[in-house]
RNA sequence: GUGGGCGUAGCUCAGGCGGCAGAGCACCGGGUUGUGGCCCCGGCGGUCGCGGGUUCAAGUCCCGUCGCUCACCCCA
């Protein structure tokens, strides 16, 4: 059998909904921030990433999944996503455009790194970057944009850390000092605009912890840096990091354009949101029949359900009744409906609630003695007619509760 | 790239000193001629990661290899 190959991994229901959640909550808050979502390709020409992440770094020198195409250009897959975003506002020219440019994007990463807890050769990021601005301000923005989208998920201990990396001159006269933590360093701009960074956290009381051994894996970052790590996740605890980068345009052979962003380790934060999220909560109704007539009529009903926005489903293999309703039950089906030769004789179909006797509760209340002691919830008959109307407006009542 | 732990059914795992490959869950069917959960009965399901070696005989012992996993490192 073939396999996925080693640090790639499937990610399948039920967790997908966890995903979804996580995305839509995201774009939800970047729409909030003014944000609007960009998409890019996976691959790169290997020059941008090496110019722009820095060769000596362990990403380019020796993670990234680099080959040549057919024509023998050196191409890699993305290792990142900020040289990309900044490569296509350069090359569509979207500084020009008034404001700030506040871009967002998501999908997968790749690095080819040995794999453990929390770290994949395929990993997932949602990406945020602003560009045009380098108002301590706007860091803070970006910080509480941050803030906003984890507790929006409802996660639980998060730690916030943050530095100053300076400016180039500031790096210049520490590494000529051959200083422990950069932050002594710092020029007044740089110091000042610090200041006012941690000014603004503390009025808006996010809770921060100044880490001054705090660096980013990336040659490209200037002044803020910042991570928030999570508890839980073992070894590889960060869920999300970024910061300014003032010179990577003007690196690229852009313009002068500060900017600041972050990503989200979205494999991570997955892992430590609370399990109950995204379940489904959907009605679901079920179409049961037996017989071929019965089959036909009930193929009908459930692509009429479906067109009017009712989730529905039936099956295809000719099971028993019994075996049906088995199947009602693990899809969760609110409703079933029953289709029989009786119900086809009468024009009418057997409408039976499944919430009352549901697999995941002992309650027996509702339910009524019939023959060979079998128990059984009211269950009502309803003109074919009137089936799809009778169902919306039951769901619908019940989803208004 | 370096080190530790682990690879047996779809999943979680048991298999003493080498001697017929197992359990629970899940799945399918039946008990109930047309009605779900629970219960009872039955069934499906295996390259014991892969390759080699020792042996009359290997899931078990030895060597190699691949994979997973955790950590170092690095990162999000």
Request: charged fraction near 30%; proline fraction near 4%; hydrophobic fraction near 40%.
């Amino acid at each position: 059998m073939i396999k996925a190959i080693r640090g790639m991994r499937d990610i399948l229901p039920p967790d997908t909904a966890r995903w979804q959640w996580v995305e839509s909550v995201a774009r939800e808050v970047f729409d909030l921030y003014g944000y609007q979502e960009i998409r890019l390709p996976l691959l790169e020409r290997t020059e941008l990433f090496a110019r722009a992440i820095g060769n000596e770094t362990d990403i380019v020198a020796k993670e990234m999944y680099t080959f040549a195409d057919r024509k023998g250009d050196s191409l890699t897959l993305r290792p990142e996503a900020t040289a990309s975003v900044l490569r296509a506002v350069l090359e569509n020219r979207l500084e020009k455009e008034a404001g700030i440019k506040k871009l967002f994007t998501m999908g997968p990463m790749f690095r080819h790194e040995r794999p453990q807890k929390g770290r994949f050769r395929q990993f997932y990021q949602i990406n945020c970057e602003a560009f045009g601005g380098d108002a301590p301000e706007l860091d803070v923005e970006v910080i509480l944009l941050l803030v906003h989208i984890l507790k929006r998920l409802l996660l639980g201990e998060l730690r916030l850390l943050i530095n100053s990396l300076g400016c180039p001159e500031c790096q210049k006269k520490f590494k000529a000092a051959l200083g422990l933590f950069l932050i002594d360093y710092l020029c007044p701009d740089c110091a000042a605009h610090f200041a006012r960074v941690r000014e603004l956290l503390e009025r808006f009381q996010v809770a921060y912890e100044v880490q001054p051994r705090l660096v980013r894996g990336l040659d490209y970052y200037t002044r803020t840096a910042f991570e928030v790590v999570a508890l839980g996740l073992g070894a590889q605890d960060a869920v999300a990091g970024g910061g300014r980068y003032n010179g990577l345009a003007r690196d690229l052979g852009g313009p002068e354009l500060p900017a600041i962003g972050f990503a989200i380790g979205e494999d991570r934060l997955v892992e430590v949101l609370p399990q109950d999220v995204g379940a489904d909560a959907r009605h679901r109704v079920f179409v049961a029949a037996l017989g071929e007539p019965a089959q036909e009529r009930a193929f009908t009903l459930v692509q009429d359900l479906r067109r009017k926005g009712l989730a529905a489903e039936l099956d295809f293999a000719g099971r028993s009744l019994k075996a049906q309703m088995t199947l009602a039950d693990r899809l969760h089906a609110t409703y079933a409906v029953i289709l029989g030769e009786r119900e086809l004789e009468a024009g009418a179909a057997q409408v039976r609630p499944m919430h009352k006797m549901s697999h995941r509760s002992t309650d027996s209340d509702n339910l009524t003695e019939v023959q060979g002691g079998r128990l059984q919830v009211e269950q009502e008959q309803v003109p074919f007619e009137n089936l799809t109307d009778y169902l919306l407006k039951k769901i619908r009542a019940e989803n208004s509760l």
